[in-house]
């Protein structure tokens, strides 16, 4: 069970970054994927989730309106595509998996079961 999380790296406020999260190793097919952030010294915040299907997002109220995630599940990837970032941004992102949950569970970091090895993100202002 793997998830590859890329894309991060410097970028000023304003502008945009697309993450991607590569998973392999079990058939993701069925689960749900999702986006969390840890800033330093800040606790882990949600930011974006997606049902197995694609048809369902959730969003955190920090990003809501700017980041969009998406999956392809012909890659086995979903992507987290963020905009009009801003220095309260700057965070280890982190892609996660679960087996199928309650969609109020879907924001709540314990209910993801696998966990990818982030990827920073620094905005500058």
């Known amino acids: 069970v793997q998830l590859q999380a890329s894309g991060g790296g410097l970028v000023q406020a304003g502008g945009s970054l697309r993450l991607s999260c590569a998973y392999s190793g079990r058939s993701f097919r069925d689960f749900d994927m999702g986006w969390f952030r840890q800033a330093p010294g800040k606790e882990r915040e949600f930011a974006a989730a997606?049902?197995?299907?694609?048809?369902?997002?959730v969003y955190g109220n920090s990003v809501k309106g700017r980041f969009t995630i998406s999956r392809d599940r012909a890659k086995n990837t979903i992507y987290l595509q963020m905009n009009s970032l801003k220095p309260d941004d700057t965070a280890v992102y982190y892609c996660?998996?679960?087996?199928?949950?309650?969609?109020?569970?879907?924001?709540?970091?314990?209910?993801?079961?696998?966990w990818g090895q982030g990827t920073l993100v620094t905005v500058s202002s």
């Open positions: 996660a998996a679960t087996s199928r949950v309650a969609y109020s569970a879907l924001a709540d970091s314990a209910s993801y079961h696998y």
């Open positions: 997606i049902r197995w299907s694609g048809g369902t997002t």
